[in-house]
């Protein structure tokens, strides 16, 4: 018998080499039903895993990200095999599980239409229907080739040569088609109740742009229809909402052939970026920030001593000056440690939180380029933190503080998530115990749940990572908390401790909005480009019916400047009906209609956005009550 520790704590002792599936039926015949996947010890495997030996046991359903990964990727592969079911020479490349779905990418003599999508959804359903069992087998090295040759699958062939020797290679079966894959999935192809493919794109083989350009198939599945539905619906709403094309409306900001991945901004969109940068400046002096600003570019040395040429030298942009190698900063924290070297240091000092609102550049491939989304060049609030072991929980709790402040402004709820130290990491495991025990400890202190991402730490240490979920249900990673015992370590930092000797001070690293760009782009599509008032870039617009309303207009327009607030005027010859419909669509707040009598009472009418007509009040009136809502930052 062997001993198997539940999620809940409570110990069962099992026959060994039962089935993971079996299991969940013990515990119950509703759980069995809904599993997906497990988690053996941390690790994530399939149902049909054998136990041999004392484990903790989580039993995964579509509820856990990993179950839905693993559903997800079975949808893969049943993607695959419809498609050489009805197209039997297309060649398969890869096709992981992603975060919304799958996708799945082909070699073909042919291109892909919509009409064929059709089509393989249809053999998709078959597959389904048909309830094949996925039988996971492994192979020596030279069969593994050998069976990938017999099927011409030359892109499985140049994945397992460039296996590293010892790696174990498995595949998954499941009725007449075979995949190379390291899994896990579910235990037949009857679990992926509902699937959509949703859109073809190119994908360069392996990501590089020097490779052969494949077709890719994206698509998502769900346990139930009702979920796949929801989620449709959310896609149309997101394509209303997509910032891209908002930008563009609203004019925002551009992005030209002259420079993909590097966004320009309009004056209007400057001012939603100067409002969202003055309000985060604002907030960091009340809270003991100190703001710096480092350079662009810096020695080619600095980011040896600092790791970064190690883990990211792929992502980064080089240049020479004088005979010297220059890196251009994908990350803002090695110029930050240079600031704190530029002075001897005194626990008294400590914490020293110091702010930066500082541009990085990082290469993204052409096809990852989204938007404000995903760029390669953007703004990263940063701030790094100095202190003290004994100061870690209070300053992590105060970083937590903040960014709640900063989410509730705008309306978003989010869930945290605590990543712990992942393979490719630097530093000794007490430091990585000391560091993760840290952020858990604060997050315990103030009651905040969170869920635990195992091995998903930044090299240098483990994170607290801020998701958040806006109006139609999707997630964006934003904030961010990281805890560093390896930088102070590399760079040589120090303070003076009360004892008069030199200490070796904690640094944390923490962003807000994480890049700037990109959380413009998330409050477009929050707003669907409706934004509260006290950061529209234009607040009120202010329109005439005739000429003879002009004088007027004019004054009023003078008035509204003076107290700060962002007006347009329109006083081209069109029907009111016409300007008001404009501005509608330009989502300015509020309209100020000038017509004779709001003239002869020295009045305005007044028309909301949300709202609709709320009739004519006095200028004052309406002064009073907007500079209110953009004081109290109403949503």
Known sequence: MIKITLKDGKVMEIEEGIKISDIAMKISPALYKKALAAKIDGETVDLMTELHKDSSLEILTFEDEMGKWALRHTGAHILAQAVKRLYPEVKLAIGPAIDTGFYYDFEADFTFTPEMLEKIEAEIKKIIKENHKLERFELPREEAINLMKEKNEDYKVELIEDLPEGEVISFYKQGDFTDLCAGPHVPSTGKVKSVKLLSLAGAYWRGDENNKMLQRIYGTAFTKKSELDEYLNMLEEAKKRDHRKLGKELDLFSIHEEGPGFPFFHPKGMIVRNILENFWREEHTKAGYQEIRTPLILNEELWHQSGHWDHYKENMYFTNIDDSDYAIKPMNCPGGILVYKNSMHSYRDLPLRLSELGIVHRHELSGALHGLMRVRCFTQDDAHLYMTKEQIK???????????????????????????????????????????????EALDSIGKEYRVNEGDGAFYGPKIDFHLKDCIGRTWQCGTIQLDFQMPERFDL???????????????????????????????????????????????????????????????????????????????????????????????????????????????????????????????????????????KTN
């Open 494 to 632: 120090s303070y003076i401790g009360g004892d008069g000797e030199k200490h070796r001070p904690v640094m944390v690293h923490r962003t807000i909005y994480g890049s700037v760009e990109r959380f413009i782009g998330i409050l477009i599509e929050q707003y669907a480009g409706a934004f509260p008032t006290w950061l529209a870039p234009v607040q009120v617009k202010l329109m005439n019916i005739t000429d003879s309303q002009y004088d007027y207009l004019k004054k009023v327009e003078e008035a509204l400047k003076e107290n700060n607030i962002r007006v347009e005027i329109d006083t081209r010859n069109e029907k009111i009906g016409y300007k008001i419909r404009e501005a509608q669509l330009q989502k300015v707040p509020y309209m100020l209609i000038l017509g004779d009598k709001e003239v002869e009472a020295g009045k305005v009418a007044v028309r909301s956005r949300k709202d609709g007509d709320l009739g004519a009040i006095s200028l004052e009136e309406f002064i009073e009550k907007i500079k209110n809502e953009i004081k109290n």
């Open 394 to 440: 209070e300053e992590i709790v105060g970083i937590i503080k903040l960014i709640d402040k900063f989410y509730k402004l705008f309306g978003f709820e989010y869930f945290v998530e605590l990543s712990t130290r992942p393979e490719d990491s630097m530093g000794s495991d007490e430091d990585w115990e000391i560091a993760t025990n840290g952020l858990r």
